[in-house]
């Protein structure tokens, strides 16, 4: 039955796409360029103590979907001080971002729909286009007039336009402005996961669709992700008021899903909270990916322009991203390493994500190591 597995899992492996885990230790020396803890609120004693706080009083699970005993104090506090912060009306939080993203483009299309996707848009985007069952328009990379063309002939269909905010492979910025022109221009609504905005762009880190001005548009809908700058897990829906009650009803991923664990959640509000009062935080991440990305380039590498957290290296193959990869982390630095089908345009690359709390030590030496085992 199972036969043609192994000759797949061999063909992956020659290709230099297998992929393995790599369990990480309670504590290590290593230092962390991989994960998305951007603020680094993920070890922070407030944040991980109100977790723990949060697990004694209210139990290690939320022990039932958020419409039967899943919901608790804390994620209607969270839900409201997301909105509050981000300048939305409402906000409805998932167990995971990626849950999020299945809910709002299966639960606000369907058979009849159009949805216009950037074609780098994540994967939890790609699969909620699918589940939706709308017809799918692809346009070019952060590419407004192929958005705008497909718009026009649309016909009279409903139609969504999806994008990111913060590109996740090359940390590139979209056009929002522009999309959101042509989307009231064309009578559409605009999902935008502001992911890796959330934390890291606009004021005080409110994310990039708060720095676009967006936040209360009324045919704009956002979707975040706790499990980045605000170092929990979980994920979130913010909008239009009407359209946060509509998924309570109709979206199959809150409805039929386990809430987010009380701990979680207790931890995303308490980074939200200490966000609040360090707004310096975001500023520092972008100079730290600011400041990776620029001594790379000078070494002579192939590196993107960071807008947010994220900082792109491009390497000359799959096996060569693996083998530079586990070089780093052989020399005490864990660095990301995407290669196809993860990335798009099918270009094999380290992928380093700046610490709001990385110190000038911690970068020199990442520099150094990214250098030193670079392809030859």
């Known amino acids: ?41 993920s070890r922070d004693k407030r944040v991980a103590g109100a977790a723990a706080a949060a697990t004694l009083r209210w139990g290690a699970g ?36 990626y849950l999020a993203n299945l809910a709002v483009l299966t ?41 705008t063309h497909a718009l026009a002939t649309r016909g009279k269909r409903r139609a969504l336009v999806v994008t990111e905010s913060v590109f996740s492979v090359d940390g590139d910025l979209a056009p929002l402005p522009a999309l959101a ?102 500023t520092r991440c972008r100079e730290v990916a600011t400041q990776l990305s620029t001594r790379l380039r000078e070494a002579g590498l192939a590196v993107s322009e960071p807008s947010a957290a994220v900082v792109s290296v491009r390497a000359p193959s799959a096996e060569a991203a693996v083998a530079w990869a586990e070089g780093c982390r052989a020399a005490g630095v864990r660095v990301g390493c995407f290669r196809p089908p993860s990335v798009p345009d099918q270009i094999s690359r380290l992928r380093l994500t700046a610490r709001a709390n990385l110190t000038e030590a911690e970068i020199d030496r990442a520099v150094q190591v990214i250098t030193e085992t670079a392809p030859r």
């Open 107 to 147: 639960a606000l299309s369907g058979p009849g729909t159009a949805i216009v996707a950037d074609q780098q848009v994540h994967a939890s985007l790609i699969d909620g286009c699918r589940l939706s069952k709308a017809d799918v328009a692809v346009a070019g990379h952060n590419d407004p007039a192929q958005v």
């Open 181 to 282: 022109e042509t989307c009231g221009k064309h009578g559409s609504g605009l999902i935008i996961d502001d992911a890796h905005g959330l934390g890291v762009r606009g004021d005080g880190g409110r994310g990039a669709v708060a720095e676009a001005g967006l936040s209360k548009a009324p045919n704009v809908l956002t979707t975040v992700t706790l499990s980045k700058s605000l170092g929990s897990q979980g994920g979130a829906v913010l909008g239009p008021s009407r359209v946060i009650r509509h998924l309570v009803d109709t979206a199959r991923t809150f409805i039929f899903d386990t809430g987010l664990a009380p701990s979680s959640a207790a931890a995303a509000l308490t980074a939200l909270r200490v966000l609040r009062e360090e707004p310096e935080l975001p």
């Open 1 to 41: 039955m199972f036969d043609w597995i192994d000759v797949r899992s061999q063909a992956r492996a020659k290709a230099g796409l297998a992929r393995r885990l790599h369990p990480r230790p309670a504590t290590s020396a290593e230092l962390d360029l991989a994960s998305n803890d951007y603020l680094g609120l």
């Open 62 to 97: 939320s022990t039932g979907s958020r419409l039967v005993t899943g919901s608790t104090e804390l994620h209607t506090e969270l839900e409201y001080e997301l909105a509050s912060f981000c300048g939305a009306q409402a906000a409805l939080v998932f167990s995971s971002g």
